[in-house]
C-alpha cells in the first residue's frame, strides 16, 4: 500500500526519485558543475537585472531560492534556472507601464509579475495543460527571440556609450539613441566597447587558447567561463582607481548586503489585473524556452523530462522567487548547456549553485560598488546576439511560405510595437496558420496498387480503380474548420460523374470526428442518397467508432462500414459485377 502512495508524491516531487540513487559520485560532478555556473551566473543575473529596470540585487535574488525550489519539483538533470534576457526584457515592458523605474512600486509589480507567472505555471502543471504551449509554433517562437534579441541589445548601447535613451521598439530606441550621440561619455565608451570586444573574444577564443597551453579541459572550461567575471573585477577597479564614477560613468552603487529578505506579493486587485497578461505571456514563453532546452539536453543521456511537471517546477521557482525579493526566472539556454557540459548529474547542481549566489550575496556585494554599469551592458550584448538567427528565414523561405510569412510578422511586429505585441501576435499567428491548414486537409483519391492491398494517389501512383466506386482519403481530423471543405470537395467530385455509385471515405488518418464534422456527414449521406449514391466508410478507427455508435449516423448510412480499404473496394467490385451480370443476362 505505501509503494503507490509514495509513487503519487513522487509525481509531484522529482526529488525523491533521483535522491534515492544520490552518492558521493553525482555530489562531485554536481559541485564541479556549479562552481562554474555560479561564476558564470554572478554578472548575468546583475546584468538582467538591469535589463528588467530593477536594482542589481534582485538579479542574485532571483538566482537563489529559484533554483532549490527548481531542484525539489524539476525534472531535468541539467536545467539551469534564473533570470534570462527575454524574460527580463518583457518584464520590463509590463512593470514599465505602471511605474518608473527605480521606485518601490516598480519593484514590487516585478515581485508580483513573478507571483502571478508561477500561480499560472502550477495550475497549468497541476491540471495538465502543458500542451497549450504547443499553440506557439517553433518559427515564431524563434522570430520572436530573434527580434527580442535586437532590441535587448540597442536598448544595451545607452549603458555602452554613456547616454541618456528610452524606448521599446527598435525604431524609438534607434531614434533616441542618434539623437543624444552628441552626449556620449569617453569613459564609459571605453569601459563599454572594450569590454564588449573581451567579452566576444573569451566566448570565442579563449578556450582554444587555454588547451593549446597544455591546461585541462575542465580548467579551461572554467577559465572560459570566468571571462565576465575577470570583466567585472578589472572594470570595477579601474572604476574605482581613475574616480572615473566622479567623471559620468554610471556605476551599479551600493548593493545590499546579505541573503534574500522575505517578501510577500501585493495582492491589489487593479495590480493583479494590470499584470496578469503579462504573466501569462511570461509563463508561456518561459516554459517553451525552459522545456525546449531541458528535452535537448535529456536527449543527448537517453534521460526524459515531464512537461507538466516541468510546468510545477518553474511555477514554484517563480513562487520563490516572490517571496525572496526577485522577479520572473525560467530555464536558460546558455547556463543549462554550460550546467550541462560541465557534469552536472542532478537538480542538486542548481541547489549547490543557489548556496555560490548566496555566499556571494552575503561576501562580495560591497565590491559591486564601482562596478560599470556598461560592464553588464556588455555581457548582456555577448549573451543576447548568440540567440539572433536569421537563417530561420532563410529556411522557412524555402520549407514553407506561410511558416515563413508567420517568423516575419513576429520579427517586424516585436521590432516595430515591442515585445509583448510581438509575442502576442506570434500566438495568433501560429493558432491561425494551424486553422488555415486544417481547414483544407489533403485530400486524396485514391486506387489499389496492382498486386497488393495498399491503396495510394491516383495522381501520383499508377493504380488501379474502378469507375463506379470513388475512394477519399482524408489526411487530417474533421472538425467545424474543416467540415464544410470535405463536403464541398465531395459534392464537385460526384456531380456530372454518372459512372459512380459508391463513395468510400477513408478514415485511416482521422483520430477524431466533432459535432459540425457529423453534421457534415450526415448532410453528405443524405444528400448521395438522394442522388442514388452509397456512402461508405473504411478504416475508421476504435475511438471514432466508439463515438459514432452513440449517435444514429450509422444507422442511417446509405453504405456500409467496412474494417480495411481493401475489403471495401473488392466487395463493392463484386457487387458491381454481379449487377452488371445480371443486367447482361437472357431473359
Not at 116 to 144: D, E, K, M, Q
Not at 373 to 389: E, F, P, Q, R
Not at 495 to 504: L, N, P, R, S
Not at 525 to 547: F, Q, T
Amino acid at each position: 500500500m505505501r509503494l503507490p502512495a509514495f509513487k503519487s508524491v513522487a509525481r509531484y516531487l522529482p526529488i525523491l526519485d533521483w535522491g534515492r540513487h544520490y552518492g558521493i559520485g553525482p555530489l562531485t560532478n554536481d559541485m564541479v558543475a556549479a562552481v562554474i555556473v555560479t561564476i558564470m551566473l554572478i554578472p548575468q543575473s546583475l546584468a538582467y537585472a538591469l535589463l528588467a529596470g530593477l536594482p542589481a540585487e534582485m538579479g542574485l535574488y532571483a538566482s537563489i531560492l529559484p533554483l532549490v525550489a527548481y531542484a525539489i519539483f524539476g525534472t531535468s538533470r541539467a536545467l539551469a534556472v534564473g533570470p534570462v534576457a527575454v524574460v527580463s526584457l518583457m518584464t520590463a515592458a509590463a512593470v514599465g507601464n505602471l511605474a518608473l523605474q527605480g521606485t518601490a512600486e516598480y519593484a514590487a509589480a516585478a515581485i508580483a509579475l513573478a507571483f502571478l507567472s508561477g500561480l499560472f505555471l502550477i495550475l497549468l502543471g497541476v491540471f495538465r495543460l502543458g500542451f497549450l504551449a504547443n499553440f506557439l509554433s517553433h518559427p515564431v517562437i524563434a522570430g520572436f527571440i530573434t527580434a527580442s534579441g535586437i532590441i535587448i541589445a540597442t536598448s544595451q548601447l545607452k549603458h555602452i556609450l554613456g547616454i541618456p535613451a528610452s524606448g521599446h521598439t527598435l525604431l524609438t530606441l534607434l531614434g533616441s539613441i542618434m539623437g543624444n550621440l552628441g552626449q556620449i561619455n569617453i569613459w564609459t565608451a571605453i569601459i563599454g566597447i572594450g569590454a564588449t570586444a573581451f567579452l566576444f573574444w573569451v566566448r570565442k577564443g579563449l578556450k582554444p587558447k587555454l588547451l593549446k597551453a597544455g591546461l585541462p579541459p575542465r580548467l579551461a572550461e572554467v577559465l572560459a567561463k570566468a571571462g565576465p567575471v575577470a570583466a567585472v573585477v578589472v572594470t570595477t577597479f579601474v572604476t574605482w582607481a581613475l574616480g572615473l564614477g566622479n567623471r559620468g560613468v554610471a556605476i551599479v552603487g551600493e548593493v545590499p548586503q546579505g541573503l534574500p529578505p522575505l517578501t510577500f506579493p501585493s495582492f491589489d486587485a487593479d495590480l493583479w489585473t494590470s499584470l496578469i497578461g503579462s504573466a501569462v505571456l511570461i509563463s508561456i514563453i518561459g516554459f517553451v524556452e525552459s522545456v525546449s532546452v531541458a528535452q535537448t539536453l535529456a536527449a543527448k543521456k537517453r534521460q526524459r523530462i515531464v512537461p507538466d511537471q516541468e510546468l510545477i517546477g518553474l511555477g514554484a521557482s517563480n513562487i520563490a522567487a516572490s517571496v525572496s525579493g526577485g522577479y520572473p526566472v525560467t530555464g536558460g539556454f546558455a547556463r543549462s548547456v554550460v550546467n550541462f557540459d560541465a557534469g552536472a548529474e542532478t537538480p542538486a547542481a542548481g541547489a549547490f549553485t543557489a548556496i555560490g549566489i548566496a555566499v556571494a550575496a552575503m561576501a562580495l556585494t560591497p565590491l559591486l560598488f564601482f562596478l560599470p554599469k556598461a560592464t553588464l551592458a556588455a555581457t548582456i550584448i555577448v549573451a543576447v546576439l548568440s540567440l539572433v538567427d536569421f537563417s530561420i528565414l532563410r529556411t522557412t523561405w524555402g520549407y514553407s511560405k506561410a511558416d515563413f510569412a508567420a517568423v516575419a510578422a513576429t520579427i517586424l511586429l516585436t521590432l516595430g510595437y515591442g515585445v509583448e505585441i510581438g509575442v502576442s501576435a506570434g500566438v495568433a499567428i501560429s493558432v491561425a496558420l494551424y486553422l488555415y491548414r486544417t481547414s483544407r486537409p489533403h485530400i486524396a483519391e485514391v486506387g489499389v496498387v496492382p498486386g497488393t492491398e495498399h491503396f495510394r494517389n491516383i495522381h501520383r501512383h499508377a493504380v488501379e480503380t474502378d469507375p463506379a466506386i470513388l475512394t477519399i482519403r482524408v489526411d487530417e481530423n474533421l472538425y467545424f474548420a474543416n467540415a464544410r471543405f470535405l463536403e464541398d470537395y465531395l459534392y464537385d467530385r460526384v456531380v456530372g460523374d454518372e459512372a459512380v455509385k459508391h463513395v468510400i471515405l477513408m478514415c485511416s488518418a482521422v483520430n477524431e470526428i466533432d459535432t459540425s464534422a457529423l453534421e457534415s456527414l450526415e448532410a453528405v449521406n443524405h444528400r448521395l442518397g438522394d442522388m442514388g449514391l452509397k456512402l461508405h466508410l473504411s478504416e475508421v478507427k476504435g475511438p471514432v467508432m466508439d463515438r459514432l455508435k452513440k449517435t444514429h449516423f450509422l444507422l442511417d448510412l446509405t453504405g456500409d462500414v467496412y474494417i480495411s480499404q481493401y475489403q471495401a473496394f473488392r466487395d463493392l467490385s463484386r457487387v458491381r459485377e454481379k449487377a452488371a451480370e445480371a443486367k447482361d443476362a437472357p431473359a
